[in-house]
């Protein structure tokens, strides 16, 4: 397209606005072909050639697309091709990718054979309407569609997370009517006990809504510290996370900041904050951010390895898988019983799935020269994981504060002493 034109910027207004438009139908093309691919890959399960639990494993390791991307071109690729009308309306390009996207977003099971039987007149009307007004169409049909909506008690109960780029965490789920009326009682007692500890003596005030909001997360939080703080072999209320922080910021002699274990990046005055009432373990890392051996004890990983690995390897290591380090085990890349060790290099974190994999389907995982993981399955075929990356971010602005360091220096210099 740029060869087309030359320099863009001596192109008059009008020639750039056609190629605006051309390059916008040669996209949708090309979205029309991925998703008619994707339709037949994914019913034939390819992506199980490569070990991925399913297709968006997949196409986040090998396409570039975030898990939610992935998702809704499996999603319509599904819902397009169920539907034949729809399916040829997408194909002549009477009806964009970008439309039939957000039709499929209000298709599920309960209202899949409506799609069907009244794919016709949604491809009429959508075809008069913009992506916006289409949006409010589909919302409009999906309501006369599935009036009644999933009963109370079939509803299903889940709790997600994500965590945004910085680092902050965004919840959403649904609770059964037992277990969200315990919830809200705990919550709203929490932030009425928070909301008088920070009001002035004697002040009476109503408490506005965005208040109640940040009461109630702060709340959920100081409920967690509570739960971790009820372990009788606990002293103190000890948050439940992990901290990653340099030697030298920790003593203070430093400003670098520290990265919550799952989360993003936190100060250093927060960092030492939290060690005030911490459990403080020593992990020690290579000039390159490398995690260093612990040794080899045992067959199995202490819990100071557990503890590197979540950090190190964040989940299910299997190249686009999105297990979480809670659904997984250490394995060890070198088997046990052929001699491999029980130190980091040798571990690496496998969900259920991708372990019985290597133990039970015959591939075999390799450690590179720089470090990235090979899996390579009993025919040749071969999938990689990327290195991971340095622990700490090291390349960073020095920001040092005064702070009283007694608690912590303590328990540093009793660790390093060794």
């Known amino acids: 397209m740029f ?6 910027a001596a192109v008059d207004d009008d020639t750039l606005s056609e190629l605006l438009r051309e390059a916008s139908a040669e996209v949708n093309r090309a979205q029309v072909r991925r998703l008619a691919i994707a339709a037949e890959w994914d019913r034939r399960q390819a992506w199980a050639n490569d070990g991925a639990y399913n297709g968006r494993c997949w196409l986040t390791a090998n396409c570039g697309l975030s898990r939610r991307e992935a ?49 016709e007149l949604l491809v009429e009307a959508v075809g008069r309407l913009g992506v916006d007004e289409t949006r409010k169409l589909a919302r409009w049909w999906q309501r006369t569609a599935d009036v009644d909506g999933a009963e109370p008690g079939e509803r299903p109960l889940g709790l997600r997370w994500s965590v945004a780029g910085d680092g902050t965490t965004h919840l ?114 290579g000039p390159d951010g490398a995690m260093l051996e612990l040794g080899r004890t045992t067959r199995t990983a202490s ?37 491999g060790a029980t130190d980091l290099e040798n571990l690496t974190l496998l969900c259920s799935h991708h372990h019985h994999r290597v133990h039970d389907g015959g591939w075999r995982v390799e450690r590179l020269d720089d470090r990235s993981l090979q899996f390579t399955d009993p025919g040749g075929r071969t999938v990689s994981r990327p290195p991971p990356p340095p622990s700490i971010p090291l390349r960073c602005r020095p920001r040092v504060s005064p702070l009283d360091r007694a608690a912590i220096l303590q328990r540093v210099r009793a660790l390093t002493a060794a």
């Open 71 to 119: 998702s809704s071109v499996l999603h319509t690729a599904e819902v397009v091709a169920s539907a034949p009308v729809v399916a040829a309306a997408v194909q002549e390009g009477v009806v964009p990718v970008a439309k039939a996207e957000v039709l499929a977003a209000v298709v599920t099971v309960r209202t899949a054979q409506a799609f069907v039987r009244d794919q």
């Open 303 to 339: 819990a100071d390895q557990w503890r590197a690995l979540r950090i190190r390897d964040g989940g299910c290591s299997w190249p686009g898988c999105e297990r979480p380090p809670g659904w997984c085990q250490a394995h060890h890349i070198v088997w046990w019983q052929d001699g």
């Open 3 to 8: 060869d087309r034109c030359g320099d863009l």
């Open 172 to 285: 959403t789920g649904v609770l059964g009517v037992e277990g969200g009326a315990i919830v809200r009682s705990m919550l709203e007692a929490i932030s009425d006990q928070l909301w008088r500890a920070e009001r002035e003596p004697g002040q009476v005030e109503a408490r506005p809504v965005n208040r109640n909001e940040r009461l109630r997360a702060e709340a959920l939080v100081e409920m967690a510290r509570r739960v971790g703080a009820a372990d009788p072999g606990r002293t103190g209320a000890r948050p439940l996370l992990t901290v990653v922080v340099d030697l030298d910021t920790l003593e203070g002699r430093a400003g670098r900041p520290a990265e919550v274990d799952g989360g993003g990046l936190v100060t250093a005055e927060a960092a030492r904050r939290l060690a005030c009432d911490a459990d403080v373990s020593r992990l020690l890392v």
